[in-house]
């Protein structure tokens, strides 16, 4: 069945460090990649997609993915986090239909 | 600048009630979307639509009913509502599924069944 895999379930960092949730999946053929953000007691927001090209896309606030086809990964990265990025984090991938992961709970401390 | 709204935003059911959910777009949006969402499991699809008049069903839509009327709302209904359905149900829409499949999600509505 097709799936998408987060692999850290909670995330505990300190300002200023670096993050990288990883994200996999299973789909096979084309396929389009997401990373949604869930800020405490909201709904989701789009932080940035990927449909083709430049396989590393940046988003909002300084976040970045790199698609590695050959991994099946669409992991999500930020230079240095800040307390405000304390929030949930989703992957999708959209095929036939989108699936999202199960959800990174990211906890920054300041 | 509405977007996607969602009615209500809390409710609880006793078991065996019934009720329904609105959701409402101003997009334009041919796609509608049903989504619960549960710790440790993320968002999960329930139905969904490709237009007006039509819907389809998603990864878990058993005990669930939906209907697409007008092409602005999706309605989402529990017949026999159960503890297992307490959760926070996400609507979304998008302009296509192909070409641009990016959704955009309402605020929520947490039902709790007792």
């Known amino acids: 069945a097709q799936s998408v895999s987060q692999h850290n379930h909670h995330v505990i960092l300190s300002e200023a460090a670096s993050l990288e949730l990883g994200c996999n999946y299973s789909?096979?053929?084309?396929?389009?990649l997401f990373w949604y953000v869930q800020y405490p007691g909201q709904h989701l927001q789009l932080l940035l997609k990927y449909f083709s090209g430049d396989p590393l896309v940046k988003g909002i606030k300084g976040f970045e993915a790199e698609f590695i086809k050959s991994k099946f990964s669409f992991n999500l990265r930020k230079p240095s986090v800040q307390w405000s990025d304390t929030a949930e984090y989703f992957c999708?991938?959209?095929?036939?239909?989108?699936?999202f992961g199960a959800g990174t709970r990211l906890t920054v401390k300041p | 600048n509405a977007g996607v709204t969602q009615t209500p935003k809390f409710r609880v059911l006793k078991t065996g009630q019934s009720m329904t959910l609105l959701c409402a777009q101003d997009?334009?949006?041919?796609?509608m979307y049903w989504y619960r969402q549960d710790p440790g499991m993320g968002l999960r699809l329930i139905h969904y639509s490709v237009g007006e008049g039509t819907t389809a069903k998603g990864e878990v839509p058993d005990g669930y009913n939906v209907s697409r009327l007008k092409k602005q709302n999706f309605l989402l209904g529990l017949e026999s509502a159960a503890p297992s359905q307490t959760s926070v149900y996400f609507c979304a829409s998008s302009y296509s599924h192909w070409r641009d499949p990016r959704h955009t999600f309402g605020s929520g509505t947490r039902l709790t069944v007792v």
């Open positions: 789909y096979g053929g084309t396929v389009n």
């Open positions: 999708a991938v959209s095929n036939n239909d989108m699936r």
């Open positions: 997009m334009n949006h041919e796609y």
